[in-house]
C-alpha cells in the first residue's frame, strides 16, 4: 500500500536550487511528525530534517541550506534545498509518524509510513 508520496526529485547542478513535496495518502493520514531521510549509493540511510512536534529538526550539514515545513492540515511536509552540493546526491524518503511527538527523531525506526523515495543529483 502507498503511504507516502514523494515528487520533486531531479537532476541539477551545484549551487541550484531544488523543492521536494511529500503528501500522505488515506492509509497514513493518522501523521503527525513528517520529515526526509536520504541514502546514497553505497551508503546507510541517514536523517535529513523533520517537523516534530511543530518544530523543524535539522541534519548540521544542511542546516543553513535547507528548510523543512509542513502542512499539518493537508498532511503534507516540503523540503526546500538551497545552495545544492554534489555530496546531497541520493534518494531521497519521505516518512512519517503516528506520534505528536518523538524523541529520537533521527532514527528512521521511529517512523512507521515511508514513501519509495525520490531521486535528487547534484552535478559538479
Known amino acids: 500500500q502507498v503511504q507516502l508520496v514523494e515528487s520533486g526529485g531531479g537532476l541539477v547542478q551545484a549551487g541550484d536550487s531544488l523543492r521536494l513535496s511529500c503528501a500522505a495518502s488515506e492509509v497514513a493520514s493518522n501523521t503527525h511528525v513528517m520529515g526526509w531521510f536520504r541514502q546514497a549509493p553505497g551508503k546507510e540511510r541517514e536523517f535529513v530534517a523533520t517537523?516534530?512536534?511543530?518544530?523543524?529538526y535539522y541534519r548540521p550539514s544542511v542546516k543553513d541550506r535547507f528548510t523543512v515545513s509542513m502542512d499539518s492540515a493537508k498532511k503534507m511536509v516540503f523540503l526546500d534545498m538551497n545552495s545544492l552540493k554534489p555530496e546531497d546526491t541520493a534518494v531521497y524518503f519521505c516518512?512519517?509518524?503516528?506520534?505528536?511527538?518523538?524523541?529520537?527523531?533521527?532514527?528512521?525506526?521511529?517512523?512507521?509510513?515511508w514513501g519509495q523515495g525520490t531521486q535528487v543529483t547534484v552535478s559538479s
Open positions: 516518512a512519517g509518524s503516528s506520534s505528536s511527538y518523538i524523541s529520537s527523531w533521527y532514527r528512521s525506526s521511529e517512523y512507521e509510513y
Open positions: 517537523v516534530n512536534g511543530g518544530y523543524p
